[in-house]
């Protein structure tokens, strides 16, 4: 709605495609459990690192770049899986400190989120996500008010928030004119499915590799999943109500295989990996300036 997104958009991606430029940034909330719908202290999937070991093993072999959005309190509570993720080159931004979709972009959880990433690595979070993509007005001017540079928040689809953000920017932009870019997640054809694992497992992967050829792809991907996506706790899985149970529960050992499957394809289709940070500087490049 914002008067300058038109323009934008098109800036943005006729500038990419003049370039023939195909990105794909690779990312994961790391977060409680099925993002905390159990018992937001629910974590027993950070205590098998030989299994997020392979996961990243998995990834990082087919050259995928991870930019990993944390819920703060996890720096505090699991340093080693941040430590066993910087092994594997991960980038990090901040998702929130803990996780609570009633207030996922509220001035504390944003404060709180910014120090412990800070005390974690001795510098500020460039971008920030909020829980279920929950991302309003003021919670994109408390970001700019705490140096945040981007946010990652929205999904341009029907789902989740159904409508709330269905005719927004699908591409890099500045927030309705603001200093702080946003960088949305990706959607894929004229329905607007969200282009990530839990969907992919979800209607399966051939159906979703049929879409991706058929409609065009946007040339710059957010792609994103979550460890529950990759590792499953039969135990953790059984404590989900019913209703939850039947969309996680559709191939639920399946999340490494598909994503590997889907991501060869895309290898295939010419896009190269990259961290989040990079999809921000081709957007600061890219975009007319703002008054940020
Ligand atoms: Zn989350």
Redesign the pocket.
Known sequence: MSKNSDPERNVFLNTIKENNLKFFAFTI?L?SEY?GLIDRTQNEIFKDLDKIDEVLSTLTSLDVKITVFVMGQLFELFPEVIKLMEEYHCEFEA?SYT?DYNNPDSEFEIIKAKEAYFNYFNKYPKGYRA??GKISRQGINYLAKHGFLYDSSIFPSYFPNPFRYLFSNKDIHYFNGSGTMEIPFTSITPFRLTLSISYIKLFGVDFYLKLSKLFSLNPVICFDSHLHDFIHIESSFNMLPLYWRIPYGRNKLKGIEYCVKYIKQIKKMGYQFCYMSELYELGEKVLPSSNG
């Open positions: 909330d977060e993002a998702h996780h829980p279920r």
